[in-house]
């Protein structure tokens, strides 16, 4: 991830090398976590590359775990199961094709666009929902298309959004917006964190444990 911030200040016109590299630190230190806590016992070389390398999620997410990728990976479906996954994959190029190419190219030609000229507090406030409305089509639909993509080749890739802006509260929010990457934080930093300041008695309140997590630099 650092390579990643330093390459365009290096070298500003090469912009593929580091294509998805964030996502693949997060899938080599998966698979490295899960070795070192021995859930992961065997790591064949095929499924591992084609874990890390799985093209649809490279560049964009969303983050999977290798033991479940490898589940679907060496699953043999049948016919029903081909079928259901056909009308999976359509049914999320679909709801892709609606948010990334229409519900968020609406949003910024007719919102967001004019209101990064308009002047005063109501112009940021517009540009504000403006954003994050179209931040939310934009990443959501194509995710949708990576979702989609990975049912054809039999890899139910976890689903990234579940109606964010529904949510009652920012908690919530939280829980329903880049799913895999809070899960993935959560699991590998957050709980790992606490887990060992448990155990090694560093804080009298357990409660600052928790704090310190949440404190965590994780990025």
């Known amino acids: ?30 698979v490295t976590i899960g070795i070192q806590d021995g859930l992961i016992r065997e790591l064949s070389v095929p499924s591992y590359l084609a874990y890390i390398f799985f093209f649809p999620t490279v560049s964009a997410g969303s983050i999977d775990r290798y033991r479940r ?13 081909f079928i259901q996954d056909i009308d999976g994959a359509v049914h999320r190029f679909f709801t892709g094709l609606l948010y990334k190419f229409i519900l968020a190219e609406l949003i910024r030609r007719y919102w967001l666009d004019p209101a990064a000229s ?7 406030i517009a540009y504000m ?4 409305l179209y931040l939310f089509f934009d990443f959501a639909g194509y995710t949708a298309f990576a979702v989609g993509v990975g049912y054809l080749f039999g890899i139910h890739t976890p689903e990234n959004f579940q109606r964010p802006f529904l949510a009652p ?34 804080f009298g309140d357990r409660y600052i444990a928790s704090y310190l997590a949440f404190a965590c630099p994780w990025d």
């Open 1 to 30: 991830m650092v390579g990643n911030r330093i390459l365009p200040v290096v070298a500003p016109t090469y912009s593929v090398g580091f294509l998805g590299i964030s996502y693949l630190t997060f899938r080599c230190l998966d």
């Open 69 to 81: 990728f490898l589940t679907d990976w060496v699953h043999s479906r049948t016919r029903r199961e």
């Open 118 to 124: 308009m002047p005063g507090v109501l112009g940021i």
């Open 129 to 132: 929902y403006a954003y994050s």
């Open 169 to 202: 509260d920012i908690r919530d929010f939280w829980n329903r917006w880049h799913i895999s990457l809070s899960w993935w934080f959560r699991d590998h930093v957050y709980m790992r964190f606490v887990m060992a300041a448990t155990r090694g008695h560093w």
